[in-house]
């Protein structure tokens, strides 16, 4: 049964530094999107994209982060100078047309 | 905007039935789910739904009633391994909108 993968499973980074999390979709799936959770809190929605642009962010997904698909398969977030509030699980999630999100095992993000 | 609540915490008996409530404002609705959460893990998809009534799936089943704005989610037979985060989230446009969560313990 296909699958989102997700690399790294845990990352930690010094705060101020740049961190990249990556993200493999379901080949066939259209829509794609980040959900971040903090330890102890919500699932909380981040971005999503679609047809090679971001169709919707919320207001966590400041000037900060960004998103890219550059190839045909990878999906990937950028933090560009993360902060010690960072500190979560990062989730990627895939859907088709229809109303079915696939979550990926997601990414621990530790900032020191 | 949305607002999703959820009891915070239930604790029931291994073999017992539990529900958990789910009430939901949102100014946008296609769907209701229900996601179960291991800690450290991610959601996995339990039920969906988009009408009003009862959708049965195995052990599980989930009520919707978009009038009230209100659903729950239906275990029975509980076991151990049931002992998790139950997340009520609404689909809203193209985006999944999640509660805080209902952490359930299933005692022997």
């Known amino acids: 049964e296909p699958e989102v993968t997700q690399t790294p499973s845990h990352q930690v980074t010094q705060m101020g530094q740049e961190v990249i999390l990556r993200c493999v979709p379901i080949s066939n799936h259209l829509y794609f999107y980040w959900y971040r959770q903090i330890l102890g809190q919500k699932v909380e929605f981040l971005v999503s994209f679609y047809n090679n642009e971001i169709s919707e962010k919320s207001e966590i997904f400041d000037d900060q982060f960004s998103v890219e698909r550059p190839d045909g398969s990878n999906f990937t977030l950028k933090i560009r100078s993360t902060k010690l509030e960072d500190s979560a699980m990062y989730f990627c999630?895939?859907?088709?047309?229809?109303?079915?999100?696939?979550f990926g095992p997601g990414t621990r993000l530790t900032v020191l | 905007g949305q607002n999703i609540d959820q009891p915070t915490e239930m604790t029931a008996t291994e073999g017992a039935i539990v529900q958990i409530n789910c009430t939901y404002q949102t100014s946008g609705f296609n769907g209701l789910f229900w996601y179960q959460q291991h800690a450290g893990e991610a959601p996995t998809f339990l039920s969906y739904n988009v009408l009003d009534g009862l959708e049965e799936k195995g052990r599980f089943s989930s009520f919707l009633s978009r009038s009230k704005g209100y659903s729950y989610l239906l275990l029975k037979e509980l076991q151990m391994k049931d002992s998790a985060s139950y997340l009520c989230?609404?689909?809203?446009?193209?985006?999944?909108?999640f509660g805080a969560g209902t952490i359930l313990r299933v005692k022997s």
């Open positions: 999630a895939s859907r088709p047309t229809v109303f079915e999100w696939f």
């Open positions: 989230a609404v689909s809203e446009g193209n985006k999944l909108v």
